[in-house]
């Protein structure tokens, strides 16, 4: 059976869609639907138990997820590498009608290659969290935190679903997001696209065998990905086609107009960055690797500082590369996957993650050399400067299995200075250290976000505040304590630029700024004298 609907749309765009008396503009314009789809768009007081029922009948073992809305059948629930390869370049899904729309390929190395369209990084000023009686006085509203209504929200929620159950192909990922079993979450990520699935299983730790049945009995939190339908503009809350929209009560997040990959990942950290410090563990925007002598260092910094690059250090094991929680036992990462920029990567200069990208791994927005050949050109960035890789952690040689660590020895703030003040490196006090942490200095890279083209001078809280729902304090006073009670050094690296400002300059040598590090690894820069400078 199928039905035809045609309804006007708000904005003159000819389109079927469903009213739900709440403002919905629909933009995509559908010609059929089966009956199944049809039953799930009535009004719920109509076919209520029908719908469920029938939904649950055909979804198997996806019973849970009529829980949150989803009553599509056409659920492939946490598929194999290689499953999700073939889905992802199945000609018959592989296509997209937007003029910046690429089809998956499959690059020479092994990678999977895939492409964002538009959304070539993250949309910082489109997050929104749900302003309700669990947020309201623990939230750090403004700029960064912005609210939206628990009704407006559920325009966002209703408008997501209703696509994703219209997809022939839906795809589920569950995995975790920490790797210590006391504070780690059960996390379950719905989307449409297989690159996604694949970039999450890389992103969160993949359970074993014997830990799946854990999410049978449910999850704390659920990401719902429709990045290839737009939002709303007229719902309250939403400014433009993109929203990316968390609710700490319902622990859910519903992403819409965007397929760039890193709003799941910084989204799930936004989560942990909420939840952590609330049960007095100290979460953090920052890489980790340890050495021989179980001796662990945690880089801090905002993306394009270097944190991935230093942390994949041959003479260290890698813990993680831009997520950790440190607990009163130490560290843990928060991811089980590295995302890494590979702008102008080459085997020469980063052998640990040139050599991790093969197959099983995403590159997000890459050029090849020859498009029959696939030989990824990473000098080409003519689609943006922000190309992404995404890879398991154990790609890196030497990478610690499970991801834990002891309480860190060495602290190392990475700024990027696009004025070329700064020096290479200096040592902090530790009122130095919580001044640092506090403003933040550096300088976004290009690409890193929309509309970021180059350097741009930034203060951002904490070394993350993109990514921070409470306020600063609560951070700084987790990490203040956890310094003090274990006597660790705190040191502040230049990855930015010498001899002058941008683009006068040159970006600090990355031989150079790992001779520092290193030089702080075995204690040589323990030794040398300081002079304290007084900056006014």
């Not at 299995?401 to 700024?415: D, E, R, V, Y």
Request: net charge positive; hydrophobic share 35%; glycine share 8%.
């Amino acid at each position: 059976f199928f039905f035809f609907f045609f309804f006007q749309a708000e904005d003159g765009i000819r389109d079927f869609c469903l009213s739900r008396g709440l403002g919905d503009v629909y933009k995509r314009q559908v010609h059929g639907i089966s009956m199944l789809h049809a039953i799930a768009r009535l009004p719920k007081q109509f076919v209520r138990t029908f719908a469920v029922d029938y939904g649950k009948r055909l979804m198997g073992k996806c019973e849970y997820l009529t829980k949150v809305g989803i009553t599509n059948p056409h659920v492939y629930r946490n598929l194999s590498v290689p499953e999700l390869y073939e889905h992802a370049v199945d000609p018959e899904f592989n296509w997209s009608n937007d003029p910046l729309g690429r089809p998956a390929m499959i690059a020479s190395n092994g990678a999977l290659c895939a492409y964002s369209t538009d959304r070539t990084g993250r949309s910082p000023k489109e997050r929104r969290v749900v302003l309700d009686d669990a947020t309201r006085d623990t939230v750090n509203w403004g700029e960064i935190n912005i609210p939206i209504d628990p009704v407006n929200y559920k325009v966002n929620y209703a408008r997501t679903l209703d696509y994703l159950n219209m997809l022939k192909r839906l795809y589920v990922v569950d995995g975790y997001a920490g790797w210590d079993p006391k504070w780690r979450l059960k996390v379950r990520v719905i989307c449409e696209l297989p690159y996604h699935a694949l970039f999450m299983r890389n992103m969160m730790v993949v359970p074993k065998p014997e830990e799946m049945h854990e999410f049978e009995k449910g999850v704390d939190f659920t990401i719902l990905n429709a990045g290839k339908f737009r939002a709303d503009p007229l719902n309250k809350g939403v400014k433009q086609k993109t929203s990316v929209a968390i609710n700490f009560t319902d622990n859910t997040m519903c992403i819409l107009g965007t397929l760039y990959a890193g709003e799941m990942k910084k989204g799930l950290f936004g989560v942990m960055n909420y939840l952590m410090p609330l049960k007095g563990q100290l979460s953090t925007h920052s890489s980790a690797n340890e050495g021989s002598g179980g001796d662990v260092s945690l880089f801090f910094g905002l993306s394009g500082t270097g944190k991935t690059t230093l942390s994949a250090d041959p003479q260290r094991r890698l813990i993680g590369d831009d997520e950790h929680v440190w607990t009163d036992k130490g560290v843990f990462n928060i991811e089980g996957g590295c995302y890494a920029k590979c702008c102008f990567l080459s085997e020469e200069k980063e052998p640990e993650i040139y050599n991790a990208l093969k197959f099983g791994s995403v590159l997000e927005n890459i050029k090849f050399f020859d498009e029959n050949e696939r030989v990824v050109n990473y000098d080409d960035i003519s689609i943006t400067e922000n190309t992404r890789a995404s890879y398991p952690l154990q790609y890196i040689p030497g990478a610690k299995i499970p991801a834990l660590g002891s309480h860190p020895k060495n602290i190392i703030f990475l700024t990027c200075d696009a004025y070329g003040v700064l020096p290479p490196v200096a040592k902090l006090t530790p009122e130095q250290s919580m001044y640092q942490f506090i403003t933040g200095y550096t300088a976004k890279v290009a690409g890193t976000e929309i509309g970021i083209k180059e350097p741009v001078p930034s203060f951002s809280a904490c070394f993350g505040e993109a990514f921070i729902p409470l306020h600063p304090y609560k951070y700084a006073k987790l990490l203040s304590e956890k310094m003090q009670k274990h006597g660790t050094n705190v040191w502040f690296v230049n990855t930015g630029w010498s001899g002058g400002a941008y683009p006068k300059g040159k970006r600090m040598s990355l031989k150079i700024t790992r001779a520092i590090i290193d030089a702080i690894h075995s204690q040589e820069l323990n030794k040398v004298k300081y002079k304290k400078v007084n900056v006014a």
